[in-house]
């Protein structure tokens, strides 16, 4: 059984970092995405970085040059990690692990869209104060 727990979040000011971290058990697949979105009140999910089994790490562009996204992959467990800096008070929501199977070569077409991805965790809360 998949399963994904997110930790790390927190309340920082503007310009704060926080590091989110995704404890992903069960995930046997070998070609996959794995994937962290964010969620405001009132509005969808938000893809915000991709990490694909072959390295490849796609950002949205809101966040491009300030969050990293990184994995420690073993063959029992992988911990995804978001290193959150330069924090802005539109990066606040709550933030989720996605994970799925990676489909083919047009796999980044679908890369930051929530409903493609099967596995989710709980979330954890980001908030940026001003």
């Known amino acids: 059984q998949v399963q994904l727990v997110e930790s790390g979040g927190g309340s920082v000011q503007a310009g704060g970092s926080l590091r989110l971290s995704c404890a992903a058990s069960g995930y046997t697949d070998s070609n996959w995405l794995m994937a962290w979105f964010r969620q405001s009140p009132g509005k969808e999910h938000e893809g915000v970085a991709v990490?694909?089994?072959?390295?490849?790490?796609?950002?949205a562009d809101s966040v491009k040059g300030r969050f990293t996204i990184s994995i420690d992959n073993d063959e029992k467990a992988k911990i995804v990690y978001l290193d959150m800096n330069e924090l802005k008070p539109e990066d606040t929501g709550m933030y989720y692990c996605?994970?799925?199977?990676?489909?083919?070569?047009?796999?980044?077409?679908?890369?930051?869209?929530?409903?493609?991805?099967?596995?989710w965790g709980q979330g954890t809360q980001v908030t940026v104060s001003s």
């Open positions: 996605a994970a799925e199977h990676r489909r083919g070569s047009t796999w980044f077409l679908s890369a930051f869209t929530a409903q493609d991805y099967n596995y």
């Open positions: 990490i694909v089994s072959d390295g490849l790490t796609p950002y």
